[in-house]
């Protein structure tokens, strides 16, 4: 849908008209009145990563028009986040270079033969992690805005368009 995203009335600090003013807390309520409200405890199945963050941004999501219907994107949200912080401290204890290994065989005094692998990163070519982390940002932002996660797209579905007039039953059968 083309346009700006819309901001929940009480973070818009735009001038609106009293009538876009009760389009739009129309349209906040028919997002949220009818569905139960979204589970605070994290599913047993996440992660520990996953299960802090789905109980951190549940608590916030109260105010906001996120309900158990929309558990599946957040389980999916608090997945993917999980999967980019353990990608994050890959680059971290490895640096962003992906690490390989040089084997030297060398002679001891004994005459045994010693093997030592060093591990050194390669600079021409990326830690793998960094591409996990890509996907998994994309991703986060994806369930974000995908299937009415946030306030905005699902304001987005219930908003009628600019000039869109209620239809009366009288409008559709004459």
């Known amino acids: 849908m083309a346009g700006r995203k819309?901001?929940?009335?009480?973070?818009?600090?735009?001038?609106?008209?009293?009538?876009?003013?009760?389009?739009?807390t129309n349209a906040e309520k028919s997002a949220s009145d009818p569905f139960?409200?979204?589970?605070?405890?994290?599913?047993?199945?996440?992660?520990k990563i996953a299960r802090y963050e789905y109980q951190r941004v549940s608590q916030e999501l109260d105010e906001m028009p996120i309900r158990n219907l929309d558990r599946a994107m957040l389980e999916l949200y608090?997945?993917?986040?999980?999967?980019?912080?353990?990608?994050e401290s890959e680059v971290q204890k490895n640096g962003i270079y992906a690490i390989g290994q040089i084997q030297e065989t060398s002679i001891d005094e004994d005459g045994n033969e010693v093997v030592n692998i060093m591990e050194i990163p390669i600079k021409t070519k990326k830690n793998p992690a960094i591409?996990?982390?890509?996907?998994?940002?994309?991703?986060?932002?994806?369930c974000a805005g995908n299937l009415g996660l946030t306030v905005d797209s699902r304001m987005r579905i219930f908003l009628p368009k600019e000039g869109e007039k209620p239809k009366s039953i009288f409008d559709q059968f004459g």
């Open 131 to 142: 591409s996990i982390m890509a996907e998994a940002s994309s991703q986060i932002k994806s």
């Open 78 to 87: 608090c997945t993917w986040y999980e999967l980019y912080r353990e990608a």
């Open 36 to 47: 139960k409200k979204l589970q605070n405890t994290p599913p047993k199945h996440l992660g």
């Open 6 to 24: 819309i901001k929940p009335l009480k973070n818009n600090k735009s001038h609106l008209t009293n009538d876009q003013k009760e389009i739009r």
